[in-house]
């Protein structure tokens, strides 16, 4: 069985959950808990450098949800927008919802007054990359290009939590990510749906990224900032909001030994079980044993 094939049931419940948090109301739920009884991982992952900030989030049970103009890949969350497809879709829906013929005087007019508003269904949808919190998971804790990228060189930790945690206790939905090297492209709206449309549109592109990130094996949770209420901190982009409790916390390979002292500390006081990853003896492998 090829990646891609394997990968098939990641599109489908990428597709599932987008349409779930846009259109609730429609929402195939019980496929959904099909695809994450049978399918997904039973744990995610979340790496942290081994700064205080940090580790005092993790241990009171909370998580950061940034928004995507703070991401380190600069295509993250980007999009193209066809505009001649998008603006005559918006005039078929039109002409439809009104009964106007194309090409007539009423079309003519409907086609200037779209034109003329198209830019903000543009900045709308740009807005949206300042405004939306998301929380970044890996499936995997022993991805050499993880620790080193974000746990500060593997001097930091890997935290385990339990996948369907996140649905039953806080109703937050983790959505695999699709690898693809193709852009999203907006080619489609509806008049009496645009902010739907939009969001539909954007949310796919957040859950879409560059195969050259494949490596990551990445889950998000996301968060629009009236979700995140009072919360969400505007200077900052992003939020702090309740997370569920650790299953367990793992040392990178590097780590130095009072931060190390500290990590066991915390994780003893709370049951937490604590791993730490060590380098293979004969190959560029790495393990994790429990301390």
């Known amino acids: 069985m090829t990646k891609q094939s394997d990968d098939n049931w990641k599109k489908d419940l990428n597709q599932l959950l987008v349409d779930s948090l846009v259109y609730p109301k429609r929402a195939d ?8 009884d049978t399918k997904a991982p039973k744990h995610l992952y979340k790496y942290y450098a081994d700064n205080e ?3 005092e989030t993790v241990f009171n049970n909370e998580m950061w949800y940034s928004a995507p103009v703070c991401f380190n890949d600069p295509y993250d969350c980007d999009f193209a927008i066809d505009e001649p497809a998008t603006i005559d879709s918006l005039l ?6 009104n009964n106007i013929k194309r090409g007539s005087s009423a079309w003519k007019n409907a086609y200037i007054a779209t034109k003329k508003e198209f830019p903000s269904f543009r900045n709308a949808i740009i807005s949206m990359k300042s405004s939306m919190g998301v929380a970044c998971l890996s499936e995997n ?14 001097k930091g930790i890997c935290v385990e939590y339990s996948l369907i945690d996140f649905v ?8 695999p990510v699709i690898y693809t090297k193709e852009k999203s492209v907006l080619s489609n709206l509806r008049v009496n749906s645009i902010e739907k449309d939009m969001m539909d549109f954007f949310l796919k592109s957040i859950v879409h990224k560059d195969s050259a990130w494949e ?9 629009d900032n009236k979700a995140c209420g009072e919360k969400w901190n505007n200077e900052k982009h992003g939020a702090l909001l309740e997370s ?3 299953e367990s916390v793992t040392l990178g390979c590097n780590v130095k030994p ?7 500390a915390k994780c003893k006081s709370e049951g937490i079980r604590v791993h730490k990853m060590v380098k293979g003896m004969s190959d560029y492998g790495m393990s994790r044993v429990e301390l």
Request: hydrophobic share 35%; charged share 30%; glycine share 2%.
């Open 29 to 36: 739920y019980t496929k959904i808990g099909i695809y994450y």
């Open 53 to 55: 900030r940090d580790v």
């Open 92 to 97: 078929s829906s039109i002409a439809r919802d």
């Open 141 to 154: 804790y022993d991805t050499i290009l993880m620790w080193s990228h974000y746990a500060n060189n593997h």
């Open 168 to 175: 039953r206790c806080l109703s937050f939905t983790p959505i």
């Open 215 to 223: 490596y990551e094996n990445e889950w998000r949770i996301v968060r």
């Open 244 to 246: 569920v409790r650790p």
């Open 258 to 264: 009072q931060f190390e002292d500290e990590i066991k």
